[in-house]
Nanobody, 124 residues
Framework: QVHLAESGGGSVEAGGSLRLSCTIS???????MGWFRQAPGKEREGVAS???????RYADSVKDRFTFSQDKAKTTVYLQMDSLKPEDTAMYYC???????????????????WGQGTQVTVSS
């Protein structure tokens, strides 16, 4: 059974930073990992994906501001969010996908396992 647990959300002013963490109950070499977000009234959107080799993909809206990384044990991933904007306000979800395709996708429908989410609020 795969369990994901996010932490690190909170409230910040525009221009500030937050780091989200996601712990996975299994070693992540056999998974794609992804961060997604969903704002009220909007569809869930992909933010970033990462494979076990450390290859990352980012949505255009967060490129050069967010960084997706993993720890050496490959049981925790992080989303460093800098230069935050009010439009980044959303519930952020960590997700895992297995089996691993050639490129880890940014589509939420491709992911099998989900955490409960952590709220990020950015004020102007």
């Amino acid at each position: 059974q795969v369990h994901l647990a996010e932490s690190g959300g909170g409230s910040v002013e525009a221009g500030g930073s937050l780091r989200l963490s996601c712990t996975i109950s299994v070693e992540m070499s056999s998974f794609c990992m992804g961060w997604f977000r969903q704002a009220p009234g909007k569809e869930r959107e992909g933010v970033a994906s990462l494979d076990s080799a450390g290859l990352t993909r980012y949505a255009d809206s967060v490129k050069d501001r967010f960084t997706f990384s993993q720890d050496k044990a490959k049981t925790t991933v992080y989303l460093q969010m800098d230069s935050l904007k009010p439009e980044d306000t959303a519930m952020y979800y960590c997700a895992a996908k297995s089996p691993v395709p050639w490129v880890c996708p940014l589509s939420h429908s491709d992911y099998n396992y989900w955490g409960q989410g952590t709220q990020v609020t950015v004020s102007s």
